[in-house]
């Protein structure tokens, strides 16, 4: 009776380990410098809900916010060692999985609007989609971060010249800043991880930012810049990438939904990035001291974006 008893229970404890097998969720571990609470983190967060609904809990998307996986440089290395398995990142974490190409899209006065850039990318979109996938890396979908403009605290900044002896900055894995920086002379940048802008805002020693007015409001670094440049100097873009032998591993079922939802994600962000950005943008030169550059200023920084 003793040893019939132990031979049930052995069967039920086997079929219930098979369908806790099963059952188990398959979590994505996707790192993002993006706060939970930001634009980019609501939409993140119905992209998860999305995921998670349409397969019944078996694919879970688990977001580290707010560079909690490090900044861009560290989260696609974690993704080479499977410590993550995606990433929303600019281009500057894309040139990181040695697609170095794709920093053309943000190369300083390179496209006068979005139409231009939309035109350039999709036109090269199937190449860059290869190109990644030879990396190990499979784009879920493009998106963008916004237009740029230059903001700064205590003085406008009309020429290239005008940086000289400031606080300027660039972020670490960005090879287009100092070069630019060089190109002016007479700047001495520090790089710096995104976590660090704000403090370094706040204590002087970056006095300079050129970047989205939507990111300058996400970030909180708008509350520390008192002047703001009108003039777009380039245009941010991004992505949302994951690694490409995780995917293939997933069942086809869950492949399809996070594909789809990716597409859909990145769909939106790319819609509401930019009307967001916009939005900011009108805040600041509502709020700050803003300037138009005269065309002949216009030039010089042309001149200097070609060179």
């Known amino acids: 009776m003793f040893r019939k008893l132990l031979a049930t229970l052995a069967t039920v404890a086997v079929a219930m380990g098979i369908a806790g097998t099963a059952d188990a969720a398959t979590t994505l571990k996707i790192g993002t410098l993006a ?8 939409e993140f967060k119905k992209w998860a809900k999305d995921v998670a609904d349409d397969t019944g809990g078996e694919l879970v998307l688990d977001f580290q916010w707010n560079g909690q996986a490090g900044d861009e440089v560290l989260m ?4 080479r060692s499977g410590q993550l398995d995606g990433a929303a990142v600019t281009a500057i974490g894309l040139a990181q999985t040695g697609v170095t190409d794709v920093l053309l899209f943000q190369m300083p006065g ?108 996400q970030l909180q670094w708008a509350s520390r810049v008192t002047h703001i440049n009108t003039m777009t100097t380039g245009f941010g873009i991004g992505a949302i990438i994951v690694s490409t032998p995780k995917v293939a591993a997933l069942p086809d079922n869950l492949k ?52």
């Open 110 to 217: 390179l496209f006068s609007n979005w139409g231009k850039l939309d035109a350039a990318r999709n036109a090269m979109k199937a190449d860059f989609d290869q190109q990644f996938q030879s990396k190990g890396f499979t784009i879920l979908g493009w998106g963008d971060v916004g237009a740029a403009k230059t903001m700064s605290i205590g003085f406008e900044v009309h020429h290239p010249a005008d940086l000289q002896g400031k606080g300027c900055y660039f972020l670490a894995g960005d090879p287009i800043g100092p070069k630019l920086f060089a190109a002016i002379g007479g700047i001495n940048a520090k790089q710096v991880t995104v976590p660090e802008i704000l403090p370094n805002l706040t204590n002087g020693s970056i006095q300079v930012l050129t970047v989205p007015p939507i990111a300058a409001e």
């Open 35 to 42: 706060p939970g609470d930001s634009a980019w983190g609501k």
């Open 76 to 79: 696609v290395q974690k993704i």
């Open 256 to 307: 399809t939904v996070l594909n789809n939802r990716g597409a859909e994600a990145a769909d939106r962000l790319t819609k509401s990035i930019r009307n967001i950005d916009a939005q900011a943008f009108a805040r600041l030169k509502s709020s700050k001291s803003a300037y138009e550059p005269s065309d002949p200023e216009k030039q010089e920084w042309r001149d200097l974006f070609a060179k």
